[in-house]
């Protein structure tokens, strides 16, 4: 299914990227009209903060509910700034409206659950807001899509579409693998879904934050989910990962901003190259499958499994090696071949129960 959308009309629509800031959760009002108080000075439009927080574990701080509300509104009065803030029930959806929150956004441990998100789109029928739907926590994008869904058939039509990274056991350099394979994929699908990056969220550490930036705006997001705290290492939640208004400022002022249009000649001379390397790709790969299917008869004449673990693992090895000695990433060489070796399985299989 498509997803019928409409512009998002937010207030820096015009500009790339739009930025949203603001803390993970709002603690205080002081801590809430402090921070709103900071972006906006440095022309920040629209401000996030927190208000029911999903956390991993109990005994966390999970928001203050209800109660932080009307400080949000008071952003909204004092500063001019859109707000928005996560929800992840009908309940928190009607409180949101009616205390006129601007926008609204899922969270990943809530779009990775079909029921809570059929019930929020219930919950949205007849209301003209925008929703942000962040990446389920795993990295599936068809349960992402599928939760979008379910928000534009309620009705839903200013959507985007947030990417804060997927869970992983290994966090040695990230706290959620950004695998940009995924939101590549979903711009590819949906292009005209406003795509934008949550590096806070990413990174797990406010170091992460710019670089993360620049690949978001180089793969061509339009907009940035940017945790920001007046007194970070004080958060009650998420420290490691939230900046001053004043360091956001200087890192969006670092950003270098690139148009996806090509006007240039140079391009189109070296796609032409690209086409046809790839050509020789193909016809090399149907030359590497035939010679397959050759060891496929000659498998099933001699009675001999598809699978040679031994023979698949060598290949492995050795085009791992040769991917890094040409400036390759081994993963990806790796990645490749199983792939290769996938589909010269799958045709091998055919030949031998024939
Ligand atoms: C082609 C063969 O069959 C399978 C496919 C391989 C490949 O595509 O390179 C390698 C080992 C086998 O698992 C073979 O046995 O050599």
Redo the contacts with the bound molecule.
Sequence with gaps: MELELEPLRLPSDTERPFVIAGPCSAETEEQVMETARLLAMKGCRMFRAGVWKPRTKPGGFEGNGEKALPWLVRVKQETGMLVATEVATPEHIELALKYGIDILWVGARTSANPFAMQAMADALKGVDIPVFVKNPVNPDLELWIGAMERINQAGIKRMAAVHRGFSSYDKKIYRNLPMWQIPIELHRRIPELPMICDPSHIGGRRELIAPLCQQALDLGFDGLLIESHCDPDKAWSDAKQQVTPDVLDYILSLLVVRSETNTTEGIAVLRKQIDEIDNQLMELLAK?MR??RE??QY?KEHN??????A??SE?LDKRGAQGSLCGMSPEFATNV?EL??G???RQ?MEIINK
């Design positions: 590497r010679v397959c060891i496929g498998k001999m499994t598809v699978l040679q673990s023979r698949y290949i071949f290769i070796h589909e010269s399985v091998q």
